[in-house]
């Protein structure tokens, strides 16, 4: 199973047509891989940091849209 497909739950499904909008005008950067962190930034007219983050198992999402501290929409 790819990662999108483990991800696809987790958000809906305008936030993720959203997404692949931005991958296709390549609003997306990978900035840093590690074995259990990604990091990258998205632009939609500023730049927001996201950071992917593998803890005890778990899948974290952080990100600074909206000056919060998840990527929750």
Same mark, same amino acid.
């Given at each position: 199973? /790819?990662?999108?497909?483990?991800?696809?739950?987790?958000?809906?499904?305008?936030?993720?047509?959203?997404?692949?909008?931005?991958?296709?005008?390549?609003?997306?950067?990978?900035?840093?891989?590690?074995?259990? @962190?990604?990091?990258?930034?998205?632009?939609?007219?500023?730049?927001?940091?996201? @950071?992917?983050?593998?803890?005890?198992?778990?899948?974290?999402?952080?990100?600074?849209?909206?000056?919060?501290? /998840?990527?929750?929409?």
């Amino acid at each position: 199973m /790819s990662l999108s497909e483990l991800l696809e739950n987790r958000f809906r499904g305008d936030i993720r047509f959203r997404g692949v909008a931005y991958l296709k005008a390549e609003r997306v950067s990978l900035t840093r891989i590690t074995a259990d @962190h990604v990091f990258g930034l998205v632009r939609d007219g500023v730049e927001y940091q996201t @950071h992917l983050s593998r803890e005890d198992g778990q899948l974290r999402m952080y990100c600074n849209w909206r000056s919060r501290p /998840s990527c929750e929409p």
